[in-house]
């Protein structure tokens, strides 16, 4: 920082700035081109009329929004925001237990508590899946215990009950990752001031380290929430394809039916949703923010920018 | 203290069943019953009938070639931008953070209908291109954070002491920031080639004939039922996982998946 307000004072401030510039351009040229524009692209066939192949024709149509008003679709639909809000309330209960774990215990065990959270967070995310298939199933280590017990025929493979275990399982490792983060910087004599003060420990939850954790809580519903709806490989796999998510119906309105304009009106819906959460996620940071007294406000101010 | 003792009691249990699918692929892939019905002794016949079959390590030879070409154009393309934003105070710096980062927001099937419009409407055939394209797009994102990250830590007198001592700015780069940014380099690298490596989201859009990749043959086959071979793979990707986070380091993932997130 020195050198650079050094450099800017010997006039020498164009050189590198102009030069780093350019080393800008090949990222922001890969997002815009690969990244935003496709979007784009996606919205304007939104709208499109499909020829009699599922291709692109250059009509103008709300058709492909209305139709997914249809039983059929909007079942998905509202099975998806279930699913949905269900995994992520889970995820976030149990990732908050989980993190509050490990920030309780000594500093050098949190490295490896985290460890054990990193490694199945980068396991492959289709092992993680067939797993439950071994454990679930008929052929697994359940169903023979069960068989000891002279109760055979057990299998959980395919259900609902698998799917819930199987995205749970996906995304509490994206869950406890920003919950950790916001936990951890809370200062220990807060809630140790709370104790003395005699809240007991519902008390310190509710009035210390819940509203501090927060912006951690909505990162991870962020994170959860609309992803789970996109997930298509899971209820194929655990739940044989009987209830499907959007992201099932994206997948075959695109690769099955060949329905390019539903399937883009589909995958907007996503977006949309997304969206209208990151939205509300950032009014209720704002308002946990200005709601807080001005320790707390300066607290997480410096932590958004960190 | 009672409560307390009932949250470590869950907290214990969460790491339990975060390590059972793993165990369980892991010691099913052993298993001598072939059908996975009981546990009837060891056996190594998975792991070798896996490697006599020639259509999953055709498709394992795709997944291999797009992920080393997307994770070296990923970190090349990262250590650009990152260097580049580290010396950039200028307005927009935070505009041009949120453009980076946001194929990480964008729910990843989107995006992967979003590149297969673009790729039908411009006749461009599906292949290794569009994978590395696609794939490209969502571990850009993490090889430029985690760049990122090292490269804000870099004391920038450094180079401007490699320039006064006539150091061409390319010999700037490889005498004076590559060394210093190694670690990072290898973990954007490493972190891009397992996303790419098991990526079947983009894959399911963007693969075409020909080019089908290791997770979309897994995800295909699984559909039919669940053979012991797919456990063995499973328990050989588990030992790549864990190969790959100890390169990175414990202390470098934590930085990357804990501090970013705060």
Known sequence: MTSMTR??????????????????????????????????????????????????????????????????????LLYSLGLGLLNTAVCLVIGYITSYYIVSRPAGKQGFLLLLVIIPFWTDFLVRTFAWITILGSGGPIAGVLGIFGIAGFSLIPSNVAVVLGLLYSFLPTAIFPIYASMRSIDGSLKEAATDLGCGWWGVQRRVILPLTRPGLLGAALLTFIPTMGVFVIPVL???????????LIVTLYTEFRNQPMGAAASMLLLILMLISMVLVGLLLQRSATKGSSSRTKRSSTEKGA | MTVDRVVNGIARGVFVFLYIPIAAVIVYSFNAAGTNTRFEGLTLQWYVELFQDAALMQ???????????????ATAIGIMFALGLARYRGRGRASLLALIALPLIVPEIVLGVAMLSVFSATKIPLGILTLVLGHLIVSLPLATLVLMSSAAMLDPSLPEAATDLGCTPWQTFTRVYFPLLRPAVVAAWLLSFTTSFSNIVMSTFLSGVGSTTLPLKIYSSLKTGLTPSINALGALLILLTLVIVLLVGVSQMRRILVESRS
């Not at chain 1, 006039?11 to 690969?34: M, W, Y």
């Not at chain 1, 009699?52 to 679709?73: C, F, R, S």
């Not at chain 2, 498709?59 to 154009?73: D, E, K, P, R, W």
């Open chain 1, 7 to 76: 450099a800017i004072q010997l006039g020498r401030k164009e050189k590198p700035k102009r030069g780093s510039l350019l080393l800008l351009i090949p990222g922001i040229a890969s997002v815009v081109l690969l990244g935003i524009l496709p979007l784009f692209i996606v919205a304007r066939n939104s709208f499109a009329v499909a020829d009699n192949y599922g291709g692109i024709t250059d009509g103008l149509t709300l058709d492909n929004y209305a139709k997914l008003l249809d039983p059929v679709y909007s079942k998905t």
């Open chain 1, 238 to 248: 655990l739940g044989g394809g009987k209830d499907p998510l959007v992201g099932n």
């Open chain 2, 59 to 73: 498709t394992l030879q795709t997944s291999a070639i797009v992920a080393v070409i997307t994770a070296t154009v």
